[in-house]
């Protein structure tokens, strides 16, 4: 089945440490996103990608990198930047067009201590 | 630039009851709407969407949403809720052509027996 796999489920790293969240998708998508949520806050868009070896900031870049080198892949590098990482953080792709409807993956929880 | 706003962060009904999820947006041009669910731990799953034509959008788990220009709204509603729609409810709009989504804050429905 088509889909998209975020790995791994839950992270936890020590303060001043980069990270990097897995995002893979098989649904043959040419967009890609990378959505934070925190409590009573909905989701905040961090980093888009419509397109192979091209992305834009979202809302709420500071502190993360992505990059994107293969249609299936959109990697998030949650740098030791980022003032408050521990958070939930969702992968998403769609077809990029105006009426597409975005496909989720799972999740990574991400805990800094 | 396109926002949607949800009212009430939490709201609890019995089962068997309507349930009735409000949200309203603002536009500059004629929106593209979404509804998605989540259920704790998980990705978000697309309920319904609007994007021309009818009106009254049916969705997945006997769920309806009403679009409703004069009123700039797009209220999500269930006849009788069940045990298994306790979860997060977001309602979203399309930014741009290339599908990028501005959620609102999110719903959270209690289902009580």
């Known amino acids: 089945d088509g889909g998209i796999t975020q790995s791994p489920k839950y992270l936890f790293r020590k303060e001043g440490q980069n990270v990097t969240l897995s995002c893979e998708q098989n649904l043959n998508h040419d967009a890609m996103y990378w959505y934070r949520q925190d409590p009573g806050q909905g989701l905040r868009l961090i980093y888009y990608s419509q397109i192979v070896n091209d992305f834009q900031k979202g809302d709420i870049a500071e502190g993360y990198s992505v990059s994107r080198e293969k249609k299936e892949s959109f990697p998030l590098t949650v740098t030791s930047a980022q003032k408050n990482p521990t958070a939930f953080y969702l992968c998403?792709?769609?077809?990029?067009?105006?009426?597409?409807?975005?496909?989720f993956g799972n999740g990574t929880r991400l805990t800094v201590t | 630039a396109q926002s949607v706003t949800q009212l009430g962060s939490h709201v609890s009904v019995s089962e068997g009851a309507l349930v009735l999820l409000r949200c309203n947006y603002s536009s500059s041009v004629p929106p593209y709407l979404f509804w998605y669910v989540q259920y704790p731990n998980q990705g978000l799953q697309l309920l319904l969407k609007y994007t021309t034509g009818a009106t009254l959008v049916k969705g997945i788990n006997g769920f309806e949403a009403e679009f409703k220009k004069s009123e700039t709204s797009f209220h999500l509603t269930k006849p009788s809720a069940h045990m298994s729609d306790a979860a997060e409810y977001f309602c979203?709009?399309?930014?741009?052509?290339?599908?990028?989504?501005?959620f609102g804050a999110g719903t959270q429905v209690v289902v009580t027996p």
């Open positions: 998403a792709s769609s077809k990029g067009q105006y009426n597409s409807p975005l496909h």
């Open positions: 979203a709009v399309a930014q741009d052509s290339w599908g990028k989504l501005q």
